[in-house]
């Protein structure tokens, strides 16, 4: 469907940079939505769409593509939230209830603090 985009912009003989011009959009995001990349935001997609003179059933066609990807990335963020409660839970339990000020985003920084929170009690992760 991302064609559908490139199709749209040479049938009204715009290169990315006119396009981008047009519609307050860059255009290396432009390029990365005809590639079928990212998620635009739908009023973005819609100035787009507008300066290209997209029909009805086009304008559909792009906005149904690029929903379902919003709703790919949403249920992705969604997961990588529900993982960070996970990690910030189990160090919970690991210090004994006491919140640690220090946002932990990835599993290395879980690693890395629970190294740490084992070598401030005086233990150590590499047992021989």
Same mark, same amino acid.
């Given at each position: 469907m991302s064609a559908?985009?490139?199709?749209?912009?040479?049938?009204?003989?715009?290169?990315?940079?006119?396009?981008?011009?047009?519609?307050?959009?860059?255009?290396p995001t432009i390029h990365r939505w005809e590639r079928g990349l990212g998620?635009?935001?739908p009023e973005a997609l819609q100035r787009v769409l507008l300066v290209l003179e997209a029909t009805p059933e086009e304008r559909r066609q792009v906005r149904d593509f690029f929903k379902g990807r919003r709703?790919?990335?949403?249920e992705a963020l969604?997961?990588?939230?529900?993982?960070?409660?996970? $990690?910030v839970?189990?160090?919970?339990?690991?210090t004994g209830g006491?919140?640690?000020p220090t946002p932990i985003t990835t599993p290395v920084e879980l690693a890395e603090a629970? $190294? $740490?929170?084992?070598l401030w009690r005086g233990r150590s992760l590499n047992r021989a």
């Open positions: 559908l985009l490139h199709d749209l912009r040479q049938r009204k003989d715009l290169n990315f940079q006119q396009l981008a011009h047009l519609s307050d959009v860059s255009a998620s635009p935001k709703t790919q990335a949403s969604s997961s990588r939230a529900e993982q960070h409660d996970n $990690r839970m189990i160090l919970g339990m690991l006491r919140p640690d629970l $190294r $740490r929170r084992f």
